[in-house]
């Protein structure tokens, strides 16, 4: 069977500790990618979001898996009272004073709800990484945390 993993690659015009801490700091991740209800980069620590569209909200229930501090940073990704289970890691790379991220969203053939579908994922993991997460660790308004 193909992977069907979601792939996904941006450099980022910042050190990798600052990119490391966007994406493993509760303040921090808030600034760019949603409200969660806390996070922690440890194994076995869970945590949840809420996401979607205006008119439906979806309860997301992750799991911290795997972490290796500044390099990578893996968690389930489910849905409450939804069928499937996917993962998703960030892979840091330091490029000089720039950082690349990979990120990888596995699993998303478990999801049988046709608003889980792969496109949807792609769309809004671009948005996050190629739009959000850049204008926030580019345009200043993570120096202050730096």
Known sequence: ???????IEQEFNAPLELVWRAITEKELMEKWYFVVSDFKPEVGHK???EGGEKDKRYMHLCEVVEVIPLKKLKYTWQYEGYEG????????????EKTKVKLTHEGLE?????????ENFEGGWKYLLHESLKEYLENGKALRYW
Not at 1 to 7: D, Q, R
Not at 85 to 96: A, D, Q
């Open 85 to 96: 289970l996917s993962f998703v890691t960030f892979e840091l790379s330091p490029l000089g």
């Open 1 to 7: 069977m193909e992977s069907k993993a979601l792939i």
């Open 110 to 118: 478990t999801f049988i709800e046709p608003d889980f579908k792969k």
């Open 47 to 49: 945590f949840q979001f």
